[in-house]
């Protein structure tokens, strides 16, 4: 089996920040998701990759960037934090459509 | 509008009772589905897929789709306190290709009474 691993599991910023969260993937597939999820909207896509160094844009792409270097991670870049946001941010990479997350990074913006 | 809705918000059933959730999109270029659950703490997990008209059973778990209504529901029968999560309907536009855009509904957080 495998296991995709999500650095860091909290991260505190500030209004403004430009910060990246990263993720990594063994299971050797081929493409990886980021998605949000915040409460009572379940989860939103951001990006995804099919490969190295491709990016497509999600539905909620705006605010984001993405960066995907290597098979194996896959990061995702806030561009400026909004005061008081607050939200986990899930990756995941997938095989057939059948998607297998990591545990998540909580953001919380002060 | 979200293009994948699901009901209800949700739901309290009796441990040993049967839970039925719903999930239906409004587009139809959305033909294949997966149901995901996800425990307090956790990412989601993959509990099944159906890509066919008709039910597919595993186990506890039953899934049907009606793909002229683009309709997709999961009943969970014997219903456990273990059950008790945010279950989530998935759909994309094709199969088994593995590049595809997956779009998530909103949830319906399951509880399980003792």
Not at chain 1, 77 to 85: I, P, R
Not at chain 1, 102 to 110: C, N, Q, Y
Not at chain 2, 54 to 73: I, M, P, Q, W, Y
Request: hydrophobic share 30%; charged share 20%; net charge positive.
């Amino acid at each position: 089996g495998g296991i995709i691993t999500q650095t860091p599991k909290f991260l505190i910023g500030q209004e403004g920040q430009k910060l990246t969260l990263k993720c990594q993937q063994n299971f050797n597939h081929d493409t990886m998701y980021w998605y949000r999820q915040d409460s009572g909207k379940g989860l939103r896509l951001i990006y995804y990759s099919i490969t190295e160094n491709d990016l497509q844009k999600g539905d909620l792409s705006e605010g984001y960037d993405a960066s995907r270097e290597k098979k194996s991670s896959f990061s995702l870049t806030v561009t400026s934090a909004q005061k008081n946001e607050m939200a986990v941010f899930l990756c995941a990479s997938s095989i057939y459509e059948r998607l297998f997350f990591g545990h998540g990074t909580k953001l919380s913006v002060l | 509008q979200q293009k994948v809705q699901q009901s209800p918000e949700s739901l309290s059933v009796p441990e040993g009772g049967m839970a039925s959730l719903n999930c239906t999109s409004s587009d139809r270029n959305f033909q294949y589905f997966w149901w995901y659950r996800q425990h307090s703490g956790e990412g989601p997990k993959a509990l099944m897929s159906i890509f066919s008209d008709g039910d597919k059973k595993e186990g506890r778990f039953t899934a049907h789709l009606n793909k002229a209504s683009l309709h997709v529901s999961l009943h969970i029968r014997d219903s456990q306190p273990s059950d008790s999560a945010l279950y989530f309907c998935a759909a994309s536009e094709h199969a088994n290709y593995g590049n595809e855009k997956i779009t998530f509904g909103a949830g319906t957080k399951l509880t399980i009474k003792p």
